[in-house]
T-cell receptor
């Protein structure tokens, strides 16, 4: 069945460091891919999305490219800030955006 | 303000005592969904609803019931809670055919 695998955390970086969080997926058909972010004590918020192969989603300095050949959707940011500390979830949707599958989440800690 | 609300936010109960977690959205969204979040497992979809009176199972529906009698509300019912249903629960909604989900703040449930 469909599934998402993302790198385990926590990931600890210093401010202004480069961030990569790996995400790979297994899916039948042509899923849409997402990154959601969860700040402490809050629900998830959509960070970015891509709906077809080679699309690049971007928002707030974060980017991810939908790579069908490697079934990946890695999250990157060139220079992280303390305020980026949160848990990041990779997700895919199938069956006309009715069923969603999330990865296990990667906690990011950014130190000043 | 556009939002998804959940009540209660925190709940401690005992095995076998029926409970309902309410979810309400004010965005006129057709699609609503329930998830549970557990450490190391990410979010897993319990049930979803594509519109009033239309519901379907997600990945982990056992032990849960839902109903969708009104467009704005999508309650989650645990008829006979067990300790393995201790978790953090999130409700989400979106427009039909739209990938972007809006999440509620979460309900933390402890079943003793």
């Amino acid at each position: 069945g469909d599934s998402v695998t993302q790198m385990e955390g926590p990931v600890t970086l210093s401010e202004e460091a480069f961030l990569t969080i790996n995400c790979t997926y297994t899916a039948t058909g042509y899923p849409s891919l997402f990154w959601y972010v969860q700040y402490p004590g809050e629900g998830l918020q959509l960070l970015l999305k891509a709906t077809k192969a080679d699309d690049k989603g971007s928002n707030k300095g974060f980017e991810a490219t939908y790579r069908k050949e490697t079934t990946s959707f890695h999250l990157e940011k060139g220079s992280v800030q303390v305020s980026d500390s949160a848990v990041y979830f990779c997700a895919l949707s199938a069956f006309g955006f009715n069923k969603f599958y999330f990865g296990s989440g990667t906690k990011l800690n950014v130190k000043p | 303000e556009a939002q998804v609300t959940q009540n209660p936010r925190y709940l401690i109960t005992v095995t076998g005592k029926k409970l309902t977690v309410t979810c309400s959205q004010n965005m006129n969204h057709e699609y609503m969904s329930w998830y549970r979040q557990d450490p190391g497992l990410g979010l897993r979809q319990i049930y979803y609803s594509m519109n009033v009176e239309v519901t379907d199972k997600g990945d982990v529906p056992e032990g849960y019931k839902v109903s969708r009698k009104e467009k704005r509300n999508f309650p989650l019912i645990l008829e006979s809670p067990s300790p393995n249903q201790t978790s953090l629960y999130f409700c989400a909604s979106s427009l039909a055919g739209e990938e972007t989900q809006y999440f509620g703040p979460g309900t933390r449930l402890l079943v003793l």
